[in-house]
């Protein structure tokens, strides 16, 4: 899938119209996969450029002291802009300002689009954990199933805190460990019980299930969804 760069709305020509049908034909693209249930990466793409030109949108002075000048990158941590001069151009800046204001609203369309979508995944997890829980959760490890359940993906997790623009984060990291086939013999408390003989590096990990009775695209909403997911619910639980 084409996608577009950091600073495609100031990158050669600043037209409207070009700068309309380069977005509008990028966001087609996008929508296409969201009509497939397909969410990632796209939908943190379209997040990440809206937020740009919002903090473009409301440095508007900042910019109307800096312009016009040709926007050369962005150091997204510290969003500070790196601009190379050029003459003087009143009407680009007009330009560029129509440009980013119409692609925000068009932008923020498609958030919510994908937004409905993630919103509708998550809502139909269900969360809980497999046997006790010990006092530190930030490690361990997490069962993924769908549809009838019979397949129950196992993964090792990791939480760690990190911090953007003065404020915390938590992030997850994620390991694929191996596939189990679920039945009557073979529960959730059995397949710990494996896991564990397997894998002593957590003498006392703390495990948690995931499930949902319908089928989404694995890769692309699943399970970055319910990783997202399960980092609320241990967040919420601390």
């Known amino acids: 899938?084409?996608?577009?760069?950091?600073?495609?709305?100031?990158?050669?020509?600043?037209?409207?119209?070009?700068?309309?049908?380069?977005?509008?034909?990028?966001?087609?693209?996008?929508?296409?996969?969201?009509?497939?249930?397909?969410?990632?990466?796209?939908?943190?793409?379209?997040?990440?450029?809206?937020?740009?030109?919002?903090?473009?949108?409301?440095?508007?002075?900042?910019?109307?002291?800096?312009?016009?000048k040709k926007l050369t990158g962005i150091q997204i941590r510290?969003?500070?802009?790196?601009?190379?001069?050029?003459?003087?151009?009143?009407?680009?800046?007009?330009?560029?300002?129509?440009?980013?204001?119409?692609?925000?609203?068009?932008?923020?369309?498609?958030?919510?689009?994908?937004t409905a979508i993630y919103e509708f995944v998550e809502e139909k997890l269900t969360i809980f954990p497999v046997g006790l829980v010990p006092l530190d959760s930030n490690e361990g490890y997490f069962f993924l199933s769908e549809g009838s359940y019979r397949n129950t993906r196992v993964y090792q997790y990791k939480l760690s805190i990190f911090e953007k623009h003065d404020e915390k984060f938590r992030a997850i990291r994620t390991e694929f460990l191996d596939q189990w086939t679920r039945n009557i013999a073979?529960?959730?408390?059995?397949?710990?019980?494996?896991?564990?003989?397997?894998?002593?590096?957590?003498?006392?990990?703390?495990?948690?299930?995931?499930?949902?009775d319908l089928s989404f695209p694995y890769d692309e909403t699943l399970l970055p969804v319910a990783k997202r997911r399960l980092v609320r619910y241990l967040s919420t639980a601390a």
């Not at 119209?17 to 249930?37: G, I, Q, S």
């Not at 802009?81 to 932008?107: P, V």
């Not at 959730?188 to 002593?200: F, G, H, M, T, V």
């Open 78 to 114: 510290q969003l500070q802009l790196l601009y190379e001069q050029i003459i003087e151009d009143d009407e680009m800046m007009q330009e560029l300002e129509d440009i980013i204001n119409y692609s925000a609203d068009e932008i923020k369309t498609t958030i919510s689009s994908g």
């Open 1 to 68: 899938m084409k996608t577009l760069s950091e600073t495609w709305f100031a990158e050669g020509y600043v037209d409207f119209e070009l700068k309309k049908y380069t977005l509008l034909a990028y966001l087609k693209e996008v929508n296409k996969y969201f009509n497939e249930n397909k969410l990632y990466p796209q939908l943190s793409e379209v997040i990440f450029h809206y937020n740009n030109l919002m903090a473009l949108r409301n440095n508007k002075k900042y910019l109307q002291e800096q312009f016009p």
């Open 186 to 212: 073979n529960s959730y408390e059995n397949i710990k019980s494996e896991l564990l003989k397997l894998r002593r590096d957590l003498p006392n990990p703390a495990v948690y299930s995931i499930e949902t």
